[in-house]
């Protein structure tokens, strides 16, 4: 079934609304699979509302309205059931990070997951103003603690990493930003404490690494919005 978060984002539209104190806040959906539905923790530590609770501190004019996905969802199960719901929304800014469970479901061919992506991408802006699309690259889960239970090893970082390529790929035709956390992802894995208690998902602290990583690419096309709003 459908995982839909109401809570309390972004991208380019954001110097607007950082700028007039009578705009109305950003309207911010996440798009994804159980990372982003924050699988393993609590909502209120998913990556979506801590990236949005730091452009808030930073002063920008943005709510999380929605977080659409599945524990388990692959492209085409969001391309079916996430994209009907977006329309109603009438979102501002969307965030993309799927395509784990593509590798994991179904060990999906480059061929077959460029061309899903490339639907859902197509889909996803049909539904916002031009590069209000954010996309996010597959984490590496193999080094999780409970990697030796899911018996991929290397596939796994090849078959992301292929994936990841796709992704970068589509995102560089369409001059959309992308966010790569897969070598962040790597790097954290020896380290205490970036794993949920079911030893496959990221911790809350994991999470804000990502943020961490993410946040720079908003207020960087944030600040080139605002010198383009001057010169107007």
């Known amino acids: 079934m459908l995982r839909r978060i109401t809570l309390p984002v972004f ?35 998913s ?10 501190s930073a002063g920008i004019e943005i709510n999380l309205i929605e977080i659409l996905g ?21 979102p501002e800014f969307v965030t993309l990070l799927i395509g784990v469970n593509d590798w994991i479901r179904e060990g999906i061919s480059s061929s077959k997951f460029k061309k899903r992506i490339k639907s859902l991408i197509d889909e996803i802006q049909s539904n916002l ?3 209000k699309l954010l996309l996010i690259t597959i984490p590496d889960f193999s080094c999780s603690p409970q990697k030796k239970n899911w018996g991929y090893g290397k596939s796994a ?8 390529k796709i992704l970068k790929t589509e995102a560089a035709l369409r001059d959309l930003v992308i966010v790569d956390i897969y070598p962040l992802s790597q790097n954290l894995c020896s380290q205490v404490g970036m794993f949920s208690d079911d030893g496959v998902h990221p911790s809350a ?15 960087d096309n944030l600040e080139l919005k605002s010198k383009d709003l001057k010169k107007s």
């Open 205 to 219: 602290l994991q999470y804000s690494k990502w943020v961490d990583l993410i946040f720079p690419h908003l207020i």
């Open 11 to 45: 991208l380019t539209y954001l110097a607007f609304a950082a700028q007039s104190v009578d705009a109305n806040p950003i309207r911010y959906v996440a798009i994804g699979d159980s990372y982003t539905v924050a699988t393993g923790i609590e909502e209120k530590d």
């Open 70 to 90: 599945m524990k388990g969802a692959t492209s085409q199960q969001t391309l079916n059931e996430v994209m009907p719901l977006l329309k109603n929304l009438e």
């Open 157 to 164: 970082t090849n078959g992301i990493t292929r994936l990841n």
């Open 129 to 131: 103003p031009p590069k």
């Open 47 to 56: 990556w979506p509302s801590q990236l949005t609770q730091k452009l808030k």
